[in-house]
């Protein structure tokens, strides 16, 4: 691969600092970080989202640890905006949803939400961020009590905000976000319990489910986790909750097993065989030879469901090559990873803005059905920078040494 290919470290590092210095753009001076547009301006429409301001404090955290000027200052922006605008001090925890200030537009709290606000605090406070390891002690003691379920070796999804009520769904996504916080954290603070809980999940939904549905992973289940097939096909394209499978997350889920089996002492030989099974059917179901891209969903058959591309999904997709490449060796890895930095190349990232296009149609022009601006740097930034790094321990123990 030539120096200025894509895909190449040092391709890799022009179009990561560009990203960066449009993300530096959703910073709100009064607290957190807003929901961009197109064009890298707020979108006065959106309220302050937990995820994204989690995962911003994330992004700007690992970069500080990689080299990156001005990045501390920002991730200590978002541990603030988490220890406050997002804070419930009433009963513990943090809210989705927020307007200006602070006040909950939605009042529930997620699994989801309150992973990411553990990636975050863990990724910080490997950064020396202040505040941050205040912000790790009481999102591992929220997630670790209120989201985690022993019994069934997995977490809850979504619970009333005083705690006294756990919702009946159960998903896989916000398990898979939780997967890989616990590696983080386990890394960060040195306790095995994390990594531990991370396997267990890794056992149930892929082990179990997805190795029971050929390799495609149920997301949606009820409250004794059964999977729901059905689950959102009059809504298909819902950001979160989409109806059938979702190979972006099985390519996800294949990144996340092999940075798993890379940090245990004596990996089981079930993930390495999960991890490559997961990323074929999703080769499988999506790859097409004359088509760039990859669909968003799939029905349980294998077919398409919702045609969009998503730039989370290739950006997984990448990941996992690269991941398995690493881990096996195999050409077949390398193939598809340098296919698809081409077409992130040609079609994702944005010669303008520097950030990448979030969701586009069939044809490669850009789409709203999904999703509208571009709010999130979390998918591209660990695309652009986990190919360096070895799989374990993770990206923030690191990150610093491969500068």
Avoid at 191 to 219: K, M, N, S, T, Y
Avoid at 374 to 385: C, E, V
């Amino acid at each position: 691969m030539s120096d200025d290919a894509p895909g190449s470290a040092s391709w890799r590092h022009t179009v990561r600092t560009r990203l960066l210095a449009f993300a530096r753009r959703s910073v709100r001076p009064e607290g957190g970080f807003v929901w961009l547009d197109d064009e890298g301006e707020r979108d006065p429409d959106k309220k302050l989202e937990l995820w994204i301001n989690a995962r911003m404090t994330y992004v700007f955290a690992l970069a500080h640890i990689g080299g990156s000027e001005d990045s501390l200052r920002l991730a200590e922006h978002g541990v603030t905006a988490l220890r406050t605008l997002f804070h419930d001090d009433e009963h513990g925890g943090w809210f989705d949803v927020v307007d200006e200030d602070g006040t909950p537009e939605v009042t529930t709290k997620g699994c989801y939400g309150h992973a990411f606000v553990l990636l975050a605090a863990a990724t910080a406070t490997a950064a020396g961020a202040q505040g941050a390891q205040a912000l790790l002690d009481e999102a591992a003691d929220v997630h670790g009590r209120r989201f985690w379920d022993g019994e069934a070796g997995r977490c809850v999804e979504e619970i009333s905000a005083d705690w006294s009520e756990i919702d009946l769904y159960r998903g896989a996504n916000s398990n898979m976000h939780t997967v890989e916080a616990y590696l983080v954290t386990a890394d960060v603070t040195g306790d095995a319990v994390w990594r531990q809980r991370a396997l267990a999940i890794c056992e149930r939904i892929i082990g179990i489910h997805a190795r029971a549905h050929d390799w495609r992973i149920p997301e949606h289940y009820d409250a004794d986790w059964t999977p729901i097939l059905s689950y959102n096909d009059e809504s298909p394209a819902d950001p979160f909750r989409p109806y059938g499978a979702t190979p972006g997350h099985a390519f996800e889920w294949s990144r996340l097993l092999e940075q798993l089996a890379a940090s245990l002492e004596e990996p089981r030989p079930w993930i390495r065989e999960a991890a490559e099974a997961l990323f074929a059917r999703a080769v499988d179901d999506t790859v097409d030879d004359d088509t760039p891209g990859l669909p968003y969903t799939t029905n349980w058959f294998g077919e398409p469901a919702v045609q969009e591309r998503f730039h989370w999904v290739i950006a997984e997709a990448v990941l996992a090559a690269e991941a398995l490449h690493i881990a096996t060796g195999h050409a077949l890895y390398a193939g598809l990873a340098r296919r698809w930095w081409s077409e992130i190349a040609e079609h994702f990232v944005d010669d303008t803005t520097g950030s990448w296009h979030h969701e586009l149609t069939v044809g490669m022009r850009p789409s709203t059905r999904t999703w509208r601006g571009k709010p999130d740097a979390y998918h591209a930034f660990n695309a652009l920078t986990f190919p360096d790094l070895p799989l374990a321990p993770s990206a923030p123990l690191t990150i610093g040494a491969a500068r």
